[in-house]
């Protein structure tokens, strides 16, 4: 369940950060993942 659910969240924020390619957005994004990751 986890796994599919962090698929699809990658999925998406894959999506965005090819639009904005953003280093200081994708940074932002790593951050929230290592947040919910613990």
Do not use: C, D, P, Y
């Amino acid at each position: 369940m986890h796994k599919v659910v962090t698929s699809q969240v990658t999925a998406l924020i894959w999506r965005v950060t090819t639009k904005l390619t953003s280093n200081e957005f994708i940074f932002a994004v790593l951050l929230s993942i290592s947040a919910l990751g613990k």
